[in-house]
């Protein structure tokens, strides 16, 4: 979640430390105990709401499968989860599987063979199939053409307006154009001087998991779900990422654009537009109650340049799942696979891991299975999060993502909404930058 998302950063400390490291346990070696139980050991992210969801699981599981335990433990977040998995590999204590794990990191712990290709493992067709999760699953191949984590929940991020203020400017609905956005742009300032289109300080940090919520978000929309970096290779469209970049430097120019420090921006209503996650809607509801959906507020996907395709518009997926390590017995491999597959060939438990964790599930029948209509029914502003998810792009899949994706906002996003670079020359000072260090 994007509360969380700055631990990853920890994650490239370690990385060195696994490349060439022997990752435990041969994997022909059998865990099996005497009385024929296969015990596995899985790690869960250090959030209590997941660890009770796969608590509870692990014990209905182990119910129909007598012959197979399974130990649930969190997954230290000292100094952060990533750095706990990666001395653990080092050390070779990793666990059998864990969650927790997105695209980015998870290419750091391929690329040093730390885990195992599911794509090549008995029964992960059979999960695609009985989940509902083609479409979603495909913006997780990676470079290799293999499959390495198998996701779980996907926040298909989209932007928030404040609807009740649109409506003061003569708007219905969130525009979907870069025009209409400028047209809003410009009449807010009109009628509020001192409010803003986008009052958002991270803006101007180059923080390299801050691009996942602002820029990735325009450049997947305008890309059509373009990978921007595949394996060692940049292959972003040039003319997405300027458009993205001119869009910006339009908002700039019409004086829309607030970076400095500010309190609870868009629901104070001192900005109109902003990221938005599900996992905000029970924080509104806790801190903020008058936030009222398709009231006060209303979601969009991102907006798209002109000309483009407003339907079915791509975004970017803030999402994790499970992985399994390449130290495990090959019986312990086997077995959870079996958990995964058991724990996916029904919704009932993508309905309870929603209404215990309030993540959608990673599914592409997520906004049409009848299992999730009383969820939708209670809170329908969870449905269009559902809706997106086939269309949500996850995080691109190289070991130095933080590196990477640091010089979009040094190069690239920060210049240009300070208005210290054209688009176009930041664009390319990117690319360089980029270039130089995929080499």
């Not at 001395?87 to 204590?93: C, T, V």
């Not at 086939?390 to 933080?402: M, R, T």
């Amino acid at each position: 979640m994007k509360k969380a998302a700055s631990l990853l950063l920890g994650a490239s400390v370690l990385a060195g430390s696994l490349a060439g490291c022997s990752t435990g346990n041969p994997a022909s070696e059998d865990s099996t105990s005497k009385n024929g139980t296969t015990t596995i050991e899985f790690w869960a992210a250090p959030n209590p709401p997941q660890q009770a969801y796969w608590k509870e699981t692990a014990k209905a599981f182990e119910k129909d499968h007598p012959k197979i335990k399974i130990k649930v433990s969190p997954i230290k977040e000292s100094p952060t989860s990533e750095a706990s998995i990666q001395s653990a590999i080092a050390g070779k204590e990793a666990p059998t599987m864990s969650e927790n794990i997105n695209r980015g990191f998870a290419a750091q712990l391929a690329e040093s063979k730390a885990i195992e290709p599911l794509n090549k493992m008995e029964g992960y067709d059979d999960i695609l199939k009985s989940r509902s999760m083609s479409d979603t699953i495909k913006g997780w191949k990676f470079s290799d053409g293999n499959q390495y984590v198998l996701p779980i929940y996907s926040n298909a991020m989209l932007f928030g307006w404040r609807l009740d203020i649109l409506k003061k400017l003569g708007y219905n609905e969130p525009p979907k154009t870069y025009s209409e956005v400028l047209d809003v742009t410009k009449k807010l300032k009109a009628k509020y001087p001192d409010k803003y289109l986008w009052a958002k300080p991270d803006l101007a940090d180059p923080t390299a998991w801050k691009r996942w919520f602002d820029f990735f978000m325009l450049y997947d929309a305008a890309s059509g779900g373009n990978k921007f970096i595949e394996g060692n290779k940049l292959v972003a469209d040039d003319k997405a990422g300027v458009d993205v970049l001119n869009f910006m430097d339009n908002i700039r120019k019409e004086k829309g654009i607030l970076t400095k420090q500010s309190k609870d921006p868009f629901e104070t209503g001192l900005g109109i537009f902003t990221d938005i996650g599900p996992w905000t809607l029970q924080y509104w509801a806790e801190k903020f109650p008058e936030m009222k959906y398709n009231k006060t507020f209303a979601f969009s996907t991102p907006p798209v340049p002109d000309g483009t395709e407003t339907k079915n518009v791509s975004t970017f997926a803030d999402t994790k799942g499970i992985v399994i390590y390449s130290s495990a017995p090959e019986n312990e491999k086997k077995a959870a696979m079996e958990f995964i597959k058991w724990v996916y060939s029904k919704p009932e438990n993508d309905v309870k891991w929603m209404e215990k964790t309030n993540l959608p599930p990673a599914r592409d029948d997520l906004a049409t299975n009848d299992a999730f209509k009383a969820i939708y029914e209670k809170n329908p502003a969870l449905k269009p999060y559902a809706e997106a998810i086939p269309n949500a792009v996850p995080s691109i899949d190289n070991a130095k993502y933080n590196e990477l994706q640091t010089y979009i906002g040094q190069y690239a996003v920060n210049p240009v909404v300070k208005g210290e670079v054209q688009p176009k020359k930041g664009w390319e000072k990117m690319k360089e930058a980029i270039e130089g260090d995929l080499k």
